[in-house]
Nanobody, 118 residues
């Protein structure tokens, strides 16, 4: 069975940094795109950043220049380095992977809370 396990959320002051990690556990699968979504209270889930298997990143306009997505294909892990955090970045962050295990399917992590205080 394949699972996405996230870590790295927490509470930080505005202007601070956090690094999120997400590892796909299991065996016998291959991964295409990985990424991060977030959902703030009362708002829809939105894409934060994504990265292809070849390493091409894509960012939401609101995080460009502040967040950096990367991945380690050997470890089936995606990272999100978040710098210059703002209170409006406060949300639950969800890891995402388009993964082939008995067929292509979208997988989601359990979510990790990021809170930025002003």
């Amino acid at each position: 069975q394949v699972q996405l396990v996230e870590s790295g959320g927490g509470l930080v002051q505005a202007g601070g940094s956090l690094r999120l990690s997400c590892a796909a556990s299991g065996s016998g699968f291959s991964i295409d795109t990985m990424g991060w979504y977030r959902q703030a209270p009362g708002k829809q889930r939105e894409l934060v950043a994504a990265i292809t298997s070849g390493g091409s990143p894509n960012y939401a306009d609101s995080v460009k220049g502040r967040f950096t997505i990367s991945r380690d294909n050997a470890k089936n892990t995606v990272y999100l380095q978040m710098n210059t955090l703002k209170p409006e970045d406060t949300a639950v962050y969800y890891c995402y992977a388009r993964l082939n295990w008995l067929g292509w399917k979208d997988y989601w992590g359990q979510g990790t809370q990021v809170t930025v205080s002003s």
